[in-house]
C-alpha cells in the first residue's frame, strides 16, 4: 500500500485496503470469539472428565498406594492440581497454539520479501525458543516442588483443623501457629524463586527482539538507499517483526502457567498409572477350610517399615461364635480387622472365608461377607436415612431401617428428632454425641447383617448400661453371625467364647476367658486391673 497507493496518492486505494483490512479484522475477531469458547468447552470438559475418572481410580486405589502418597496430596491432585490443568489446556488452545502459526507465517512473508533479511528473523527465533527451553528446565523441579509444599501445607492445615479442640487444650497454638508460619514462609519462598525465573523471560525477549530490529533497520536503510528494497517493503518487514515479537511474548508469559499445569498433569497421571487395588490372594494348595474365617501364620509388615506388625497369627471361627480380641495400644489389632477386610493385600500366611461351603474370588465377594463398624464412627453430610442406606443396592423400607436402629439401641434417641429418619446429618455427625454417632454406624452394618460383623472399639463411647444392653441383643439376634469385637477392655470380652491375647504384634494366646485366666499372664494383669478399678 505504501509503494502503491501512499506515493501515488491513490486514494481509492487506500479506502479498498482499509476496507479489506477492518473485514479481516472483523472476521478475526468472531473466529478469536468462537476459538475461545470452544477452548474453554474443551478444557472444562477435558478436566471434568478426567476428575470423574480421577476420583473413581483413588476409589479403586490400595490401601498401600493411598497411605504411599497421602490423603492430602490426593486431595490436591483432584482440585487444585486438576483446576491447574484445566487452566493451562484453556490457555494453551487460546492462545499458545496460534502463536507459532502466526510465527511461522510472519517469516515466510519476510522470506517472499527479503530472503537475507529473513536470515536474522531466523536467528532470532532461535535464540528465543532456546530461551523458553532453557527457563522451562529449570522452571521444572521448582515447580513440582511448590506443588510437594502445597500438599504439605494442606496436610498439616488440615491435622491442625482436626486436632484443634486438643491443640487448644493443651495451650499449643503458638506453636502450631509457628509451624504454620513457617511452612507458608517456605512455600512462598519458592513461589517467589518460580516468579521471578519466569519473569526474567519478558525483558530478555524485548532485548533481543529490539536488537533484531535494530539490525532490520540498519540493513533495511541500506538496502532502500541502494534500492534493492522499498520503504513499504521494509515497513512490512518491520510490522512482521513486531507480530513475531507480540506472540513470543504471549509465548513466554504463559510459560508459567504452561510449565505449571505439565507439572500438575504429571502428578495427576501418577496416580492413574498405580495398579489398581489387587485381588485377593491365592489360597495354598490343600483342603480347603470347613471354618467360617482361618487364618493361618499370618505376618505384615507395612511398607517401609522395619519390623512387622503382627507376626504368625493363626486363629479359627465359626458361625455363631463371638471373637474377642484384646490388648494394649500399639498391639495390632486394627492391623488385623484390616488384612482380614483385605484392606491390604501384602502380607505372607493365609486369610480364608467358606461361608457355606463357597470361598470368595473377588473382593467384592469377600466384603460381601463382612460387615465392619470402624474405631472411629464415619458419618456422611446427608440425613440419618441417607447414612444408614450408604451400600445397600436393594430397596430397604423404613421398617428395616427402624429394626436395625432398635438393635443398636439408637431408635430412641433417633425417634426425639423432629425430623427422625429425615434429620439432617453434618459432615462427620459433628453435631451428635460420640455414642450417637457409635449407634449409628453400628445400625447401619446390622441393616443387612452379613455372615461376619467386626466392632472393631465400635462401643468405647456408649456407657455401661448402653453398652451392656447392646452385646445382649446382638447375641440373641445374630446367633447365626461371626462376631469380632476388639477391644482394650475385659469388661467388653463377657459375651466372647474365645479370646485372641495380643501384645506388639505377637499372639499370646488364643482361648476362653476361663482359660485365659488361668494360662495367660498378660490377661491376668489386666483382669486385675479391671477388678481393681470396679472396687474403686
Known amino acids: 500500500m505504501i509503494d502503491i497507493s501512499i506515493s501515488q496518492h491513490n486514494s481509492q486505494g487506500i479506502l479498498r485496503v482499509v476496507l479489506t483490512l477492518f473485514g479481516l479484522a472483523t472476521i478475526g475477531l468472531l473466529l478469536s470469539v468462537t476459538a475461545q469458547y470452544f477452548s474453554s468447552k474443551a478444557a472444562v470438559g477435558f478436566t471434568r472428565q478426567m476428575t470423574d475418572d480421577l476420583f473413581k481410580k483413588i476409589m479403586f486405589l490400595s490401601k498401600e498406594d493411598q497411605d504411599h502418597i497421602g490423603y492430602a496430596s490426593l486431595l490436591s491432585r483432584l482440585t487444585s492440581d486438576s483446576f491447574q490443568t484445566q487452566t493451562g489446556i484453556n490457555q494453551f488452545l487460546r492462545l499458545f497454539l496460534r502463536a507459532p502459526i502466526i510465527v511461522c507465517g510472519a517469516m515466510v512473508m519476510a522470506y517472499w520479501i527479503s530472503p537475507s533479511l529473513t536470515l536474522w528473523f531466523v536467528m532470532m527465533v532461535i535464540v528465543l525458543l532456546t530461551l523458553v527451553f532453557v527457563m522451562s528446565h529449570l522452571l521444572d523441579p521448582l515447580y513440582l516442588l511448590i506443588r510437594r509444599e502445597t500438599d504439605h501445607l494442606v496436610r498439616l492445615t488440615s491435622q491442625q483443623l482436626q ?73 512490512a518487514l518491520i510490522n512482521y517483526l513486531l507480530q513475531i515479537l507480540a506472540e513470543l511474548l504471549k509465548m513466554t508469559m504463559l510459560m508459567g502457567t504452561i510449565n505449571q499445569s505439565v507439572t500438575a498433569a504429571k502428578r495427576i497421571n501418577q496416580v492413574f498409572v498405580l495398579a489398581d487395588e489387587a485381588p485377593l490372594p491365592l489360597l495354598k494348595d490343600g483342603p480347603i477350610s470347613t471354618h467360617l474365617l482361618t487364618i493361618r501364620h499370618l505376618t505384615f509388615t507395612y511398607p517401609g517399615a522395619a519390623e512387622p506388625s503382627l507376626y504368625d497369627i493363626q486363629l479359627s471361627a465359626d458361625q455363631g461364635e463371638w471373637i474377642g480380641i484384646i490388648g494394649g495400644t500399639g498391639a495390632g489389632k486394627t492391623t488385623l480387622i ?199
Not at 501457629?177 to 524485548?206: D, E, G, I
Not at 467384592?364 to 461377607?369: H, I, K, L, P
Request: aromatic share 8%.
Open 338 to 536: 484390616d488384612l482380614i477386610c483385605q484392606t491390604y493385600s501384602q502380607y505372607s500366611g493365609e486369610i480364608s472365608l467358606n461361608w457355606q461351603g463357597e470361598v470368595p474370588k473377588t473382593l467384592t465377594e469377600w466384603r460381601n461377607v463382612i460387615a465392619l463398624v470402624p474405631q472411629k464412627a464415619q458419618l456422611f453430610k446427608g440425613t440419618i436415612r441417607s447414612n444408614l442406606l450408604l451400600g445397600q443396592s436393594m430397596p430397604i423400607n423404613d421398617e428395616e431401617l427402624w429394626r436395625a436402629l432398635e438393635l443398636a439401641q439408637a431408635k430412641e434417641f433417633v425417634a426425639a428428632l423432629p425430623e427422625q429418619l429425615e434429620a439432617p446429618v453434618e459432615a462427620f455427625g459433628r453435631h451428635f454425641s460420640g455414642g450417637q454417632r457409635q449407634r449409628l454406624a453400628i445400625a447401619r452394618a446390622l441393616l443387612k447383617p452379613k455372615p461376619i460383623l467386626i466392632l472393631d472399639d465400635a462401643s468405647s463411647a456408649l456407657d455401661n448400661e448402653t453398652r451392656g444392653r447392646l452385646f445382649k441383643v446382638l447375641k440373641e439376634e445374630l446367633s447365626d453371625v461371626l462376631v469380632i469385637l476388639v477391644t482394650q477392655s475385659i469388661k467388653n470380652l463377657q459375651f466372647a467364647d474365645k479370646i485372641l491375647v495380643l501384645e506388639q504384634g505377637h499372639q499370646l494366646d488364643f482361648a476362653s476367658h476361663d482359660q485365659l485366666k488361668v494360662s495367660n499372664a498378660l490377661y491376668q494383669e489386666m483382669l486385675a486391673l479391671y477388678v481393681k478399678g470396679e472396687q474403686k
Open 163 to 235: 486436632g484443634i479442640r486438643v491443640i487448644k487444650a493443651f495451650n499449643q497454638t503458638q506453636k502450631e501457629l509457628q509451624a504454620f508460619k513457617q511452612q507458608n514462609m517456605l512455600l512462598s519462598r519458592h513461589q517467589y524463586q518460580a516468579a521471578t525465573l519466569a519473569n526474567v523471560l519478558n525483558p530478555m525477549t524485548f532485548l533481543v527482539v529490539n536488537l533484531t530490529l535494530l539490525i532490520l533497520i540498519w540493513q533495511g536503510s541500506w538496502q532502500v538507499a541502494h534500492r534493492s528494497l522499498s520503504q513499504g517493503m521494509l515497513v
